[in-house]
């Protein structure tokens, strides 16, 4: 999948298949572009930021969306968004700016159970206790098609 030594220092890896569009993992655990590392598409570049590098013995994985894909069940590339909605931990109600017709929502990185970390109606997440973002520093990302 990558090359590239998962030895804690070592911040530079690249995907053997590459495209425009990944969701990246690092221990089953969503790492988000541009926060914890930068992709470069056109070489499949993939550079983690500091306090981001994987560690030595660390399980990395990616799903690369490719253009044979547009033929399959899953469409096109899903979105990767971060929903709106105030993260103060009474808030609720996140908003997508499109109505998917699958949707996963990670919550600082964990997958959540639909209907048990949360609920989706038309475009609206509704966070279901202890999943509801305290502040501004937990992070709500939802990938969808």
Known sequence: MTTGT????????????YSDTIALFVNGVLQIE????????????????????????AYLSARVW????????????????????TRDGVNTAFTLTSTPSTCLVYYNGQLL???VGYTRAT??????SPNIPAST?????????
């Not at 541009?34 to 013995?57: C, E, K, L």
């Open 34 to 57: 541009d926060v914890d590392y930068t992709y470069t598409s056109g070489t499949g570049t993939i550079v983690f930021t500091a306090g981001s590098i994987p560690m030595y013995g």
């Open 6 to 17: 998962i030895d804690g220092t070592n911040a530079t890896f690249v995907l053997s298949e």
């Open 123 to 128: 475009n609206v997440l509704t966070m279901i």
């Open 113 to 115: 159970s639909e209907n």
């Open 66 to 85: 490719s253009k044979f894909d547009a033929t399959t069940t899953y469409g096109a590339p899903p979105k990767i968004e971060v929903p709106s909605g």
């Open 137 to 145: 520093t937990d992070l709500l990302v939802a990938v969808y098609w």
